[in-house]
């Protein structure tokens, strides 16, 4: 038996402690304020997100703090628990290629300023209990809650409104994508950002979209339903700035483009689309080892599946979605070939242990699987999971329990 290792969420107040304390020790005086961002789980929709298709995540109640306070200059100064020393920059030479963890934070500050809105220099600390590399999203929680805190002490009000969070989104995606160069898709800073407590969020990302459109509360009361969320961190190294997320992302791209789509959501027949099969009949020619066609049957049947899943969620149906999970994953593991020998061996041992669905979630190669267990069987299937993990002379991974939470403020 290997005792499993929980990983607990900060109380606001601690975390809020935590950086007061940072930023005090590491600048002279006092922060203007205490900000703070969630980590996320993507209950299903994966991959989806850079295919306009559909996601749907829930806000984790673990959360990155950052206490800050606007300068008078443009000059950034960084401090975090999880760091050594100071990073500091001119908000003027923040470009493309910026490197560092505070290409995270001061991008934020160059996007926000691209977008027109008047932002300056600050001085920053940062902690955090979202747990790194674990594919929970941390950069988007780091992301998030500078972009709650910029838009506090610039006085912009974005934060006020879902619409305004939108807007937000798009500078913490930007960051990310054009600054720390990671060519990710938007779903962990919506999720960051948009996401309600108790509820999780069906995201939308066809283009044009209006924010009430784009990003629809769905409640999914776990308590209620005797159920509960059970993420598993198999501490699997994955990383996104390597080449293999790119590389989905590109044949996707490819694949939309032979069609003659600007994305495969355009498959869809609800939307006017050729359907599935005459889409893998048209690639057929230009794929020789299917390669292109597996991709492509992946982000068609999620987007469905997501579909469908908020719909049981929408009809206080939870505990009926967990086929729609193990689909999800047999999915990203076959067709879109992202999972990994630890993420299957959650899936798997989680199921046999009594789980309602199990899947990887983010990105994949490597990071976090979730879990749908009945209350009263989660302590039976982490310590399965922490058992087979022993047994197959693995690293010991982490649990979190992930009820729905709150987004940045
Ligand atoms: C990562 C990316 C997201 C999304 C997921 C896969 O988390 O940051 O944009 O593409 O992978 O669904």
């Known amino acids: ?109 160059w996007a926000l300023a691209e977008a027109g809105h008047k932002v300056g220099g600050f001085d920053a600390a940062v902690d955090s209990c979202v747990p790194f590399g674990a594919g929970l999203s941390s950069s988007a929680a780091l992301e998030a809650s500078v972009a709650v805190a910029l838009d506090a002490v610039a006085g912009l009000g974005l934060a006020a409104s879902d619409a305004g969070r939108t807007e937000l989104v798009d500078a913490t995606r930007r960051a990310e994508n054009e600054i720390a160069g990671a060519p990710t898709g938007g779903l962990d800073q919506s999720a960051s950002l948009r996401c309600r407590e108790g509820h999780a969020l069906l995201l939308d990302f066809r283009p ?32 996104h700035v390597d080449g293999e997320y790119g590389a989905r992302r590109a044949a996707c791209e490819q694949a939309a483009k032979l069609l003659g789509l600007d994305s495969l959501r355009e498959i869809a027949p609800a939307l006017g689309g050729m359907g599935i099969d005459r889409a893998l009949a ?73 789980a309602l669905g199990a899947r990887m979630t983010g990105g994949g190669f490597g990071g976090s699987a979730i879990a749908l267990v009945n209350r009263a069987d989660v302590d039976t299937v982490a310590q399965a999971v922490a058992d087979a993990f022993a047994d197959a002379g693995l690293t010991a991974p982490a649990f979190l329990l992930a009820p729905p939470s709150a987004p940045a403020a």
């Open 1 to 109: 038996m290997t005792e499993p290792q929980w990983l607990e969420a900060w109380p606001v107040e601690e975390g809020a402690r935590r950086v007061d304390e940072l930023f005090t020790s590491s600048f002279e005086g006092s922060p203007e304020g205490v900000w703070s961002a969630p980590g996320r789980v993507n209950l299903i929709g994966e991959h989806t997100d850079y295919n306009a298709g559909l996601c749907l995540p829930t806000a984790l109640p673990h959360r990155t703090f950052i206490a800050l306070r606007p300068r008078e200059d443009d000059r950034v100064r960084l401090v975090s628990a999880q760091a050594e020393g100071v990073w500091e920059a001119n908000l003027s030479e923040i470009a493309p290629g910026t490197g560092g963890w505070g290409a995270y934070v001061a991008g934020v500050a």
């Open 282 to 354: 048209e690639l057929e020619p230009h794929d020789a080892d299917g390669v292109l066609r597996r991709r492509v049957r992946h982000v068609v049947s999620e987007t469905d599946r997501t579909a469908r899943f908020a719909n049981l969620v929408r009809e206080g149906r939870a505990a009926d979605v967990g086929p729609f999970m193990l689909a999800s994953h047999v999915s990203l593991r076959d067709d879109y070939e992202v999972s990994c020998r630890e993420l299957d061996l959650v899936v798997d041992t989680a199921m046999t242990a009594g």
């Open 208 to 239: 044009g979209l209006s924010a009430l459109e784009s990003g629809v509360p769905v409640p999914f009361d776990l308590e209620t339903a005797g159920l509960t969320l059970l993420v598993v961190d198999t501490k699997a190294e994955h990383s």
